[in-house]
T-cell receptor, first 116, second 111 residues
Framework: GAVVSQHPSRVICKSGTSVKIECRSL??????MFWYRQFPKQSLMLMAT?????????EQGVEKDKFLINHASLTLSTLTVTSAHPEDSSFYIC????????????FGDGTRLSIL | QKEVEQNSGPLSVPEGAIASLNCTYS??????FFWYRQYSGKSPELIMS????GDKEDGRFTAQLNKASQYVSLLIRDSQPSDSATYLCAVLSYNTDKLIFGTGTRLQVFP
């Protein structure tokens, strides 16, 4: 149980392209989803928290107009990296959590984004 | 002081041995603790969650929590080369409802 699917797993695209990443909870309803970014040999960095039906809460320093998050249903959240540039290249990982706060977060497989 | 501290390692143990991974945290009111395993180039995978003082066992894994000492550990019995990965300790912040991750301990199990 507690499977989170993330798609696509890998994206390579030109600078200026917008990239959409989907995160789905397959066998549970995720009241809260999280988006992380991880650079090589570094720990996970939380970008934003999204609750179904409401606006995402972004961490300090994360541009909400650049990283658009939509959590339209209890099983789907999307992250759109708008006008991506080489410095946006990273490993993006979503996680989903069921019900209340002390439930564990379950992670998707991640999306490796490479901007040329 | 970091909110969640782990020794970065690498921790090298022979196959079949017990690997002991340690984590300390600074927020005294934290109630929920998690261990994740992350293979190189992959996303984290939940191994254990623990909420009460004492030991919690699941197969070859045992999580130990001591809230008075603000200490949580993970023991891996009969370590296998396939256990070689980075182990992330995560603490749920009581105030912000966010997971605070340690930097991870890299475990190497050699045959």
């Amino acid at each position: 149980g507690a499977v989170v699917s993330q798609h696509p797993s890998r994206v390579i695209c030109k600078s200026g392209t917008s990239v959409k990443i989907e995160c789905r909870s397959l066998d549970f309803q995720a009241t809260t989803m999280f988006w992380y970014r991880q650079f090589p040999k570094q720990s996970l960095m939380l970008m934003a928290t999204s609750n179904e039906g409401s606006k995402a809460t972004y961490e300090q320093g994360v541009e909400k107009d650049k990283f658009l998050i939509n959590h339209a249903s209890l099983t789907l959240s999307t992250l759109t990296v708008t006008s991506a540039h080489p410095e946006d290249s990273s490993f993006y990982i979503c996680s989903a959590r069921q019900f209340w706060g002390n439930q564990p977060q379950h992670f998707g497989d991640g999306t490796r984004l490479s901007i040329l | 002081q970091k909110e969640v501290e782990q020794n970065s390692g690498p921790l090298s143990v022979p196959e079949g041995a017990i690997a002991s991974l340690n984590c300390t945290y600074s927020d005294r009111v934290s109630q929920s603790f998690f261990w994740y395993r992350q293979y190189s180039g992959k996303s984290p995978e939940l191994i254990m969650s623990i909420y009460s003082n004492g030991d919690k066992e699941d197969g070859r894994f045992t999580a130990q929590l001591n809230k008075a000492s603000q200490y949580v550990s993970l023991l891996i019995r009969d370590s296998q080369p396939s256990d070689s990965a980075t182990y992330l300790c995560a603490v749920l912040s009581y105030n912000t409802d966010k997971l605070i991750f340690g930097t991870g301990t890299r475990l190497q199990v050699f045959p």
